[in-house]
């Protein structure tokens, strides 16, 4: 019996195995590159997995590896870039999984804010100009009013966001949005301030368990880089039961009825707002952080939802483990990633810190702005969040990512050595945490 797996995020392939023998299923990772999961891989004994090698953005091809693989009973599709096309294999071929009108909804930011809007959930509503309509900048100015946040209804990993705090960054941020090859449109939303914090949340038949809640510390504005989180946050339990409810409301408005979610929000003065809805488990060491903490393997929930099962995580005692917390680690300049100086450190510090890479030697680190410029990731462990953030960012600052400038290009504008393709380019755009600061997307 076999459950496929249709890419992967870049941590997490490990638990997942796991989790499938647990379960009496053989797992089956289609991908295009299986370099993409070197580090995982490198982990697992070479027969414990059947890793097929095929263009995963091809629908067709990968039906038919799916209607050859031997009793397949089940389809995991966990990252923002194939959430669609798991959903369109899974209807294909009569496998259990979520409506796919939902998941439409999910990677549509605009949709869901104003579908939040209508059931009285968020604040604020999506703004967007419909074609040969006035220019967006106008109806920014007259509708939505600033500061605001201009991002991609599809996009991941913090890119394509725009702080908007006065008319001279609305100019900026259209000029710069005009010449950006955007995963959907462009869209206008309330800036909202406060802490982000993202919520890991299980639901099975429209009744949701929060997990616990991950804290999100970002740079300073105006960009969304994603520095710091810690899991689990220690909210008072009046806190933490009325967060349950009011995520339990935010899934059921868009429909979404079972399986993971990451769901990031700000906590403002007046509550709590949305940032978005991801139909799947967090990325980066969110997926880690989790089974750390929780005591228990979650991926195994993820094995039987894809399976049609009631997952057991939904009603388990929790044993508990130790808090978390991890820092990305970003060059300081950007260009070729050469490697990391310190790690040496790392043993004799507190909280068992470690380094878990994304990057290889030869990348290229083009954009420090955002999540594409970490090339790994500093953990630690502790016995609360805040002890956790601690350790983890002593060990950060003990460990620095080394880059090279950039090699000269040809008039073509091409380099003149050609670096390792960048990890956006698959499915690490989606390991990355996808929280914005306090309204990015």
């Known amino acids: 019996m076999s459950v496929a797996c249709l890419e992967s995020l870049t941590f997490g392939l490990g638990h997942l195995v796991r989790a499938a023998d647990v379960l009496g299923e053989r797992l089956v990772l289609l991908t295009r590159d299986p370099s993409y999961y070197t580090y995982e891989l490198g982990r697992l004994p070479a027969d414990a997995l059947d ?10 091809r990968v039906a038919d590896v799916l209607r050859r693989t031997p009793d397949l009973r089940g389809l995991i599709s966990s990252t923002d870039t194939w ?34 809007y209508g059931a009285g959930l968020t604040r604020g509503r999506a703004h967007e100009v419909p074609e040969g309509r006035e220019p967006l900048r106008e109806v920014l100015l007259k509708e939505a009013g600033l500061p605001a946040v201009l991002k991609d209804t599809a996009g991941t990993g913090s890119q394509n966001v725009w702080l908007v705090r006065d008319g001279r960054e609305l100019d900026a941020a259209l000029a710069e949005a005009a010449g950006r090859e955007l995963k959907g449109r462009l869209f206008a939303e309330p800036y909202f ?39 689990p946050v220690a909210f008072p339990e009046e806190r933490r039961a009325g967060l349950e409810r009011w995520l339990g409301e935010v899934l059921a408005a868009i429909g979404y009825t079972d399986r993971f979610a990451h769901v990031e929000f700000v906590l403002t003065a007046d509550g709590p707002e949305v940032v978005e809805v991801n139909p799947r488990i967090g990325g980066a ?17 993820m094995v039987e939802a894809a399976l049609g099962r009631r997952p057991r995580l939904m009603d388990a005692d929790l044993p508990g483990g130790p808090a978390v917390a991890f820092v990305l680690g970003y060059p300081a300049e950007p260009g070729v990633f050469t490697g990391v100086a310190g790690l040496d450190r790392l043993a004799g510090m507190p909280g068992a810190p470690a380094w878990y890479p994304v990057r290889s030697v030869g990348d290229t680190v083009e954009h420090l702005a955002d999540s594409r410029g970490y090339a790994g990731i500093v953990y630690a462990e502790a016995e609360t969040a805040e002890l956790a953030t601690h350790r983890a960012v002593a060990a950060a600052n003990a460990v620095r990512v080394l880059t090279e400038p950039l090699p000269a290009r040809q008039p073509s504008g091409e380099p003149r050595t050609g670096p390792h393709p960048h990890p956006d380019q698959g499915p690490h755009q989606d390991a990355e945490p996808t929280a914005r600061g306090a309204s990015g997307g």
């Open 51 to 60: 890793v097929v090698e095929v263009d995963t953005f091809d629908v067709e």
């Open 285 to 301: 060491l969110v997926g880690e952080g989790l089974c750390r903490a929780l005591g228990v393997n979650v991926y195994e929930a």
């Open 193 to 231: 301030s406060g802490p982000v914090y993202s919520a890991e949340t299980l639901t099975w038949a429209g009744r949701t368990r929060l997990l616990g809640v991950s804290s999100r510390l970002m740079s300073p504005e105006p960009y969304f880089r994603e520095e710091i989180t810690a899991f």
């Open 83 to 116: 959430t669609l096309v798991g959903a369109e294999l899974a209807e294909r071929l009569g496998l259990p999984g979520l409506d796919p009108a939902v998941l439409r909804l999910t990677r549509d930011k605009a949709a869901v804010r104003d579908r939040l």
